[in-house]
């Protein structure tokens, strides 16, 4: 197909063909997250069916459990951009792994280096950032909004840049009111200063392709129940930066910046997610698609978002 089959893709969604008081429902909470496609609940409920352990086992269903981890790990790589699997960190939502990252991060910054945070974005990347500075005596500026037309004020970005600037934390898209910020530029601006960048694409990730070699970002935080998948959250992080960063790590945790057993049916759901994106990407593309995962994702994310 050359446009999107609208039929065929409201299809493979179980939740569109649900009625209440005898009428079908309608979901206007796009910014709360997408309904999944039939591949993704199938993909949950495989992983209980199939593959149910802990990991690290030397047993059949521990080695699929295992397998489907790499998988997702390596197909979130792929979404992202990212250059290595070991730069995804998988954890339960966008907020945690935040809040997490944000004590390694500032574990580095001394007292009077400054964040810089901004009035667009979801508390989820200011908040932790406010906690952790206070924990460090690190100063937070903010940047404002442009009053008129709800775009980040560039001008007062650079205003709030200097030479103790440590992190820019800052929204590639907003869920309040849909501003997509350009955040090249805000990368280019902050690493002009000595700044990482630290991104929420939450909400850019439905319907952008996510580059974040291309956009040269430092970090870059996502969340699978908003492009078709379970409630899981994505981090990416630059390898050199990871790995030089101290973690709060607790024993016997496999990975430095995930905890815990991990959520192996939610990463099943994820890896499935990318695949449908995927899939979309190869049909849009007829008898030309890439034969990789990741154009073929990003194909799908360009068209759903007109190529922005
Ligand atoms: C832009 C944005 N950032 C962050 C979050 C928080 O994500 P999570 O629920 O995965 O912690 C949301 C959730 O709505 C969001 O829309």
């Avoid at 030479?163 to 955040?183: C, E, K, M, Q």
Wanted: with cysteine.
């Amino acid at each position: 197909m050359t446009c999107f089959d609208v039929d065929a893709l409201r299809a493979r969604f179980p939740a569109l063909s649900l009625t209440h008081e005898g009428r079908p429902m309608v979901f206007f909470d796009g910014p709360g997250g997408t309904q999944v496609p039939d591949t993704v609940i199938d993909a949950v409920a495989r992983y209980f069916r199939e593959s149910n352990a802990n990991a690290g086992g030397d047993f059949p269903t521990s080695r699929r459990s295992d397998a489907i981890v790499a998988d997702a790990h390596a197909a979130l790589a792929d979404l992202v951009g990212a250059e290595s699997v070991d730069e995804v960190k998988l954890g339960a939502n966008m907020t945690t792994l935040t809040l997490h990252a944000s004590r390694s991060i500032t574990a580095t910054m001394h007292p009077g280096d400054e964040i810089v945070v901004t009035r667009l974005d979801h508390e989820a990347n200011v908040g932790p950032w406010l906690t952790a500075a206070a924990d460090r005596d690190v100063t937070i500026r903010t940047v404002d909004i442009r009053p008129d037309d709800v775009t980040l004020d560039l001008d007062s970005l650079d205003a709030a840049l200097g030479p103790r600037t440590r992190l820019v934390a800052v929204g590639w898209a907003s869920n309040a009111v849909g501003t997509i910020n350009p955040i090249a530029e805000i990368a280019r601006r902050a690493h002009s200063v000595g700044a990482w960048v630290y991104v929420d694409a939450v909400h850019a990730a439905p319907h952008l392709p996510i580059d974040v070699r291309a956009v040269d970002v430092d970090f870059l935080a996502c969340s699978a129940y908003k492009f078709f998948g379970p409630h899981l959250g994505v981090l990416y992080g630059r390898r050199a930066i990871l790995e030089a960063l101290p973690s709060y790590k607790i024993k016997p945790a496999h990975d430095r910046f995930e905890t815990g057993t991990g959520n192996f049916e939610g990463q099943a759901g994820a890896l499935a997610a990318v695949g449908y994106l995927a899939d979309i990407g190869r049909r849009e593309s007829g008898g030309n698609a890439p034969a990789d995962r990741r154009a073929r994702s990003s194909r799908a994310c360009r068209r759903s978002g007109r190529g922005r």
